[in-house]
T-cell receptor
Framework: DTGVSQDPRHKITKRGQNVTFRCDPI?????LYWYRQTLGQGPEFLTY????????KSRLLSDRFSAERPKGSFSTLEIQRTEQGDSAMYLC?????????????FGSGTRLTVV | QQQVKQSPQSLIVQKGGISIINCAYE??????FPWYQQFPGKGPALLIA?????SEKKEGRFTISFNKSAKQFSLHIMDSQPGDSATYFC????????????????FGQGTILTVHP
């Protein structure tokens, strides 16, 4: 499968726990994006990596959120001390160029439920 | 300033009919307008896209109409089929200052399309 892969597909966690999601982009893509999608809404940009460098972070990304992309390959998104408001679909996308025309592809997402 | 407003929230169309979804934006710096289709449990998939210097783009049954002066664009699905039933999102790309681009997209709220057989 040459698409964007996200793991796990679903995560249920208790409030206050930490969770970590993984994204494996398309292998030749050097750009990686994280979005969050709540029920009935469009995806909202969270952060962006070019290779291993995190170049932009949304104000939506509170200090409980951290994202990494070591070695410029896969990426992880960690949420510490989860809150019920963190319940959402977390989407990863990757591209090979600097514009959305350049093979911008989304994964199927990780659905987080905080109880 | 970077919002994209989409309507309607939901749309029901009979098989063979035309589905029309509308979007409006404020920021004239947006330089690329894609439409995405999303099925339950899947990520958004690019359907069709247009640049602001083009007034219309057609790909198969899908057409984008773009009105730059009104800052509006719409998706038309001709001969709608039950398999088109999905959530549709318009989006816009905002280039960063200085001519750089991070490929960041701003999405509309989505339209749930149901096509009845």
């Amino acid at each position: 499968d040459t698409g964007v892969s996200q793991d796990p597909r679903h995560k249920i966690t208790k409030r206050g726990q930490n969770v970590t999601f993984r994204c494996d982009p398309i292998s030749e893509h050097n750009r990686l994006y994280w979005y969050r999608q709540t029920l009935g809404q469009g995806p909202e940009f969270l952060t962006y990596f070019q290779n291993e460098a995190q170049l932009e972070k949304s104000r939506l990304l509170s200090d409980r959120f951290s994202a990494e992309r070591p070695k410029g390959s896969f990426s992880t998104l960690e949420i510490q001390r989860t809150e019920q408001g963190d319940s959402a679909m977390y989407l990863c996308a990757s591209s090979f160029g600097r514009t959305p025309r350049d093979g911008y592809t989304f994964g199927s997402g990780t659905r987080l439920t905080v109880v | 300033q970077q919002q994209v407003k989409q309507s309607p929230q939901s749309l029901i169309v009979q098989k063979g009919g035309i589905s029309i979804i509308n979007c409006a934006y404020e920021n004239t710096a947006f330089d690329y307008f894609p439409w995405y289709q999303q099925f339950p449990g899947k990520g958004p998939a690019l359907l069709i896209a247009i640049r602001p210097d083009v007034s219309e783009k057609k790909e198969g049954r899908f057409t984008i109409s773009f009105n730059k002066s009104a800052k509006q664009f719409s998706l038309h699905i001709m001969d709608s089929q039950p398999g088109d039933s999905a959530t549709y999102f318009c989006a816009a790309h905002f280039p960063n200052a200085g001519g750089t681009s991070y490929g960041k997209l701003t999405f509309g709220q989505g339209t749930i399309l149901t096509v009845h057989p």
